[in-house]
């Protein structure tokens, strides 16, 4: 299986409202990353997980909130979100702690904030 | 601070034509170059991945070569077919961390 699996796939939400994303993968690996892709613009790193702790956390404001409940899963909770914050969330994972190490991205969950 | 540069930001070819995308990167110390793909609206998948230490990597009718002392990759797409359409990202993981930073891509249409 060398597959992310992200949900939902769409979310439509408002600035009061609190809403999480989900990201799981079965593939063993230990690393895993939130990225926000805005539109025609490249992934921006957001947070990066090894082990199940928070290695990095690219100065998001705290209305986003990671999570990594065991090795194969990776939330998202959003709160009080701002309309600039719609865009495609993308979560991906790679195997090790190693730099070398592919990474393997999910469908995304495209995110609209009203 | 790493930059990352993919040039040209579009390119239109009649199917069949073999061709080369650009990457270019202004720090020489890092890990790995990652090539992907991305259909409007999706995830990106994961085409070839060259280690710092390696030249090239090839895939099917994709090659993809680094030079990390120049700072550069190509990646080349032989024979091209309308269903290689997409946008194409390389991604550049640095030396000490997890950080990756992308190209802005290249828009590839292929025509039929």
């Known amino acids: 299986d060398t597959e992310v699996t992200q949900t939902p796939k769409h979310l439509v939400m408002g600035m009061t409202n609190k809403k999480s994303l989900k990201c799981e993968q079965h593939?063993?690996?230990?690393?895993m990353y939130w990225y926000k892709q805005k539109a025609k613009k490249p992934p921006e790193l957001m947070f990066v997980y090894s082990y199940e702790k928070l290695s990095i956390n690219e100065s998001v404001p705290s209305r986003f909130s990671p999570e990594c409940p065991n090795s194969s899963l990776l939330n998202l909770h959003l709160h009080a979100l701002q309309p600039e914050d719609s865009a495609l969330y993308l979560c991906?994972?790679?195997?090790?702690?190693?730099?070398?190490?592919?990474?393997?991205f999910g469908p995304g969950t495209r995110l609209t904030v009203l | 601070k790493q930059e990352v540069t993919q040039i040209p930001a579009a390119l239109s070819v009649p199917e069949g034509e073999n061709l080369v995308l650009n990457c270019s990167f202004t720090d020489s110390a890092i890990y790995n170059l990652q090539w992907f793909r991305q259909d409007p609206g999706k995830g990106l998948t994961s085409l070839l991945l060259i280690q710092s230490s390696q030249r090239e990597q090839t895939s099917g009718r994709l090659n993809a070569s680094l030079d990390k002392s120049s700072g550069r990759s190509t990646l080349y797409i032989a024979a091209s077919q309308p269903g290689d359409s997409a946008t194409y990202l390389c991604a550049v993981r640095r030396g000490g961390g997890f950080k990756t930073i992308f190209g802005a891509g290249t828009r590839l249409f292929v025509k039929a």
């Open positions: 593939m063993g690996h230990r690393a």
């Open positions: 991906a994972s790679s195997l090790g702690t190693s730099g070398g190490r592919e990474q393997f």
